[in-house]
């Protein structure tokens, strides 16, 4: 079976500091992978997405990047963060039409 | 824009009552999938449901149903017998097959009282 793990689980940065957050996926091949942020009043907005290794499409200009540099490995990551960049981020995996999401990982940025 | 709308912000039941979450969507695609997840206060999103849109069966899991309506554009969700484990923030989303974005509605969240 297929499981998705994501971490870290709860992160607190200051502004101005680097981030990395990083999602992985067990018992599939060549997903399609997708991060998400959900802010303070539950909205969930698709940042990125991607088909494939190297492949990365941008829904949002923003502070943050997306990398995929293994078929089950996405990374997402920013330079210096914002106070806007806090919230609850999730990656998700898809086989055609439904997306599975992870745990999520809580930042707070100060 | 082409959105998912859940009118109810919040809803509030005693446990073992009926409770129905409304979901209408918009769309110009003639094929596409209708979703509902579940995000419980862990936060995690719990996949619940898919329909196709050629298929207006409805469908009964246990305790939850789905009414697909092509006609009114509706999708909604039914939770017969509420339990306190019931309690969540519940997610409708529609993916378009022409691009394959997910389209979340802003969510309803169910209180179940004791």
């Known amino acids: 079976s297929q499981t998705i793990h994501q971490w870290p689980a709860t992160l607190v940065q200051p502004v101005g500091s680097p981030l990395s957050l990083e999602c992985t996926v067990e018992g599939t091949s060549n997903p399609n992978l997708y991060w998400y942020r959900q802010a303070a009043g539950r909205g969930l907005q698709l940042l990125f997405y991607s088909v494939g290794i190297g492949q990365i499409s941008s829904e949002v200009p923003q502070n943050l990047s997306a990398s995929r540099p293994q078929d089950r490995q996405f990374i997402l990551s920013s330079k210096k963060l914002l106070l806007s960049d806090s919230g609850f981020y999730l990656c998700?995996?898809?086989?055609?039409?439904?997306?599975?999401f992870g745990p999520g990982t809580r930042l707070l940025v100060l | 824009a082409q959105k998912v709308t859940q009118a109810q912000t919040e809803i509030s039941v005693v446990e073992k009552e009926d409770v129905t979450l409304d979901c209408v969507y918009e769309?110009?695609?003639?094929?596409?999938?209708l979703f509902w997840y579940k995000q419980p206060p862990s936060g995690e999103l719990v996949f619940l449901i898919r329909r196709n849109s050629f298929d207006e069966q409805n469908e009964i899991s246990g305790r939850y149903s789905w009414n697909f309506q092509k006609s009114t554009s509706s999708f909604n969700f039914t939770i017969t017998a509420s339990q306190v484990v019931d309690s969540a923030v519940y997610f409708c989303a529609r993916l378009s097959s022409n691009t394959g974005k997910l389209i979340f509605g802003q969510g309803t969240t169910l209180q179940v009282k004791p």
């Open positions: 998700a995996w898809s086989r055609p039409m439904t997306q599975y």
């Open positions: 769309t110009r695609d003639t094929t596409y999938y």
